[in-house]
């Protein structure tokens, strides 16, 4: 079992940078394969980007390939995920939850974290 819990969010400035971490104190952590989703206001929970357990394969949200990367350090117990060129509709509460294997669906997750608020002004 994994306690995720998400840090790194905060409010920027669009065409920013911000790194998010999602850590765990387990010591299975480095079993599972790790997503970030985000939920905005009045909006559905969207998948943003996981990582498979060893780190060797990524998916992403289309539109956001090329501005995130997903990136783990299981030395560390720590997934991150780092958002640059940063729009306003990415502003959300992102989370962090695991897998037992790479996944794109919510449903495929669970033991997510309490959420870290992003927020992009324009």
């Known amino acids: 079992q994994v306690q995720l819990v998400e840090s790194g969010g905060g409010l920027v400035q669009a065409g920013g940078s911000l790194r998010l971490s999602c850590a765990d104190s387990?010591?299975?952590?480095?079993?599972?394969?790790i997503g970030w989703f985000r939920q905005a206001p009045g909006k559905e929970r969207e998948f943003v980007a996981s990582?498979?357990?060893?780190?060797?394969?990524?998916l992403y949200l289309d539109s956001d390939k090329g501005r995130f990367t997903i990136s783990r350090d299981n030395a560390k117990n720590r997934v991150y995920l780092q958002m640059n060129s940063l729009k306003p509709e990415d502003t959300a509460v992102y989370y962090c939850?695991?897998?037992?294997?790479?996944?794109?669906?919510?449903?495929?997750?669970?033991?997510w974290g309490p959420g870290t608020q992003v927020t992009v002004s324009s």
């Open positions: 939850a695991a897998a037992n294997f790479l996944d794109r669906d919510a449903s495929s997750f669970g033991s």
């Open positions: 387990g010591r299975t952590f480095s079993s599972y394969a």
């Open positions: 990582v498979s357990w060893n780190g060797d394969k990524t």
